[in-house]
């Protein structure tokens, strides 16, 4: 995602060393069957998916489509649908489309049945467009389109349309409600609770406070109200602190992982715990992991699964996994590793009746101007 603040746009060593919450253990054994584009418009660029399964075993994937390129007026958040397990994917449906840009997209399955799908709206556009039209290096076309996306609202109307929002289906996605305030935005959205509460780990991106921190539903993702402000590591600031996501633990703790850009640990993924179910949070620590930001997943044998993204060699992504319930993670598993471009990440990933996993992350490859949806299917050992 890309925030105007952030978006200014490996191996571990022996256990001698290391201390808890750190990499402790080898990678285990990891094998990609299939690596895949599944975007079914590759002319146009996609950014920031997430990927979730719902309990008929249909996988759902939400992106910001759309677009022309990583910031622009035009992103939409779009929808597709699976019902092999990924082998093939329905024509996107577009979701929300407002008159700025729409961004990161993240989705879930309640408990209920009910489907969320979140987004915010950015117009960090705007600067790249005064400055085209100073410039004049642009073709007059594409000025043109700007310049008309741009021009569907005024100014005021622009600022009144920045906000984190949500829409809500209750009957297994066929429609969906307008969309509302969620109070924060994180690229992959809330998880479900064992208790039957939703959790939300993200920022306030628009309002004057921009808190960062964790808000909760105790009605199925209808109303959302502050939970949470998430501790500021010594030395560090919030506004620093970006994309969070958490995940239940086995032993019944919370997980959150936070991508970095204060000085110290920048652009590595800090970590948060809270053991009352969210009412307090350990001040973020770094686990020894450079990349981002993180998504975390519980598999069906109670390890943890961290899937983020690495815009340094070898580009692509990667994944971690814990036995300890987040304490300590295992050194780094390949997931994909040929990237051409930093431009690519934010995978998510879950896990098949098999035991297979299934990631997705947005990835603008060799010769292409757009960036696409690339699909891996992979299992790991014990």
Sequence with gaps: MQTINRRQMLAGTTAAWLVAGHTTAAAPKTVVRETKVISHRPDLYHGWPTLARRRNGQLLLVCSGGRESHVCPFGRVEMMRSDDDGQTWGWPRVMIDSAIDDRDAGVLETAKGSILVTTFTSSAYEPILAQAEKSGAWSEQRLRHWQAAHRRLSAEQRQSELGVWMVRSTDGGVTFSARYDCLVDSPHGPIQLADGRLLYGGKDLWRPKHRVGFCESTDDGQTWRWLAELPVREGDSHENYHELH?????????VAQIRNHNGANSRETLQSESADGGKTWSAPRSIGVWGLPSHL???????????????????????????DHGRTWSEAMIVSGDGTSGDLGYPSTVELADGSLVSVWYEQMKGSARAVLRQARWTIGG
């Design 297 to 323: 997943l519980r598999l069906k044998d109670d390890r943890l699964l961290m899937t983020y993204g690495h815009r340094r060699a070898p580009l692509g992504n990667q994944a971690r996994v814990s036995k």
């Design 246 to 254: 958490a995940v239940a633990a086995a032993d019944g703790r919370l």
